[in-house]
């Protein structure tokens, strides 16, 4: 069978939520020699991309969404470590969350695995995350840089209460945003730093901020 026999058969495992069958895929085409980037971008965004518009479309509903998600993790544990493994030394801290009444991750996960693909170090805080959690996590790991991520439309309003709440303490901190809902003109209203659309570019935007500020040596 071909790369892009596989790469196919990914994506459609990921679309059916075939999570066994998802990790078995990724874990024949790593070992093919097939870079993960490939696989993460052929294979499993091309199904979470089906899924979001089938979904989107009403055409499947949560439950299948769920399963679909699970797959998309299984799939991950196989690429993670081979996506991380370009980072040998630390090239700056980002903090990463999902904002409070949000729980979606599967974004912000694959942020963070670029992110450490790219040599930075990540100290994800994970989902629900509010202000507090933001600042008392900021300042328990003093991050070069905060990211913050929301799917809906909701809860991406919340993204200003965190950069305000930043503000009032007076730290200066870099905050990023991103997620589906999430544009740039948003980002300039709230006061963030800056924007992307997706995992490579928050690795662009995080090395462009990082040059910027002068951390990178
Ligand atoms: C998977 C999913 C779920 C899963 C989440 C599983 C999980 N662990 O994450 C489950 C089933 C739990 C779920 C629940 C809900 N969901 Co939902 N979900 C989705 C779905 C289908 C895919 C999201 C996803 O993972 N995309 C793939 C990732 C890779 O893309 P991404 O998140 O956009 O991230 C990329 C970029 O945005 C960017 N990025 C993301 N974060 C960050 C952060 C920074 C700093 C930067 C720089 C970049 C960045 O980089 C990422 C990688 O390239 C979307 C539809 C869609 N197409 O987006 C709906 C969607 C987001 N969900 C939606 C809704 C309504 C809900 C529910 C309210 C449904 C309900 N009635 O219960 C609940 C909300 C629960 C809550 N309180 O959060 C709506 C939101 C509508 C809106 N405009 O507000 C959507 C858009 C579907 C729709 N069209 O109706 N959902």
Redesign the pocket.
Known sequence: MGMNTKLRKLCQALIDGKHLEAEAITRELVGCGVEPKIVLDEGL?AG?DV??KN??AGVIF?PQ??VS?RAMKSSMTVLEPLLAQSAYRSKGRIL?GTVK????????N??AIMLRGAGYEVVDIGVGCSSDRFIHMYEKHSPDIV???A????TMLYMKVVVDSFVARGIKVPL??????VTSRFANNIGAAG?????SE?AD?VKSIVKKTGLEV
Do not use: E, Q, W
């Not at 009444?101 to 974004?107: A, L, P, Q």
């Not at 990023?176 to 809902?181: E, L, T």
């Not at 924007?195 to 995992?199: S, T, V």
């Open positions: 965004m979470m899924v979001g979904f989107k949560l969404v769920l998600a990463l009444g949000d729980v979606h991750d599967i974004g912000k694959l942020v990211g913050m991520s799917l809906l439309t909701t990023i945003v991103g997620g589906a809902p924007y992307a659309r997706n995992a928050a935007l």
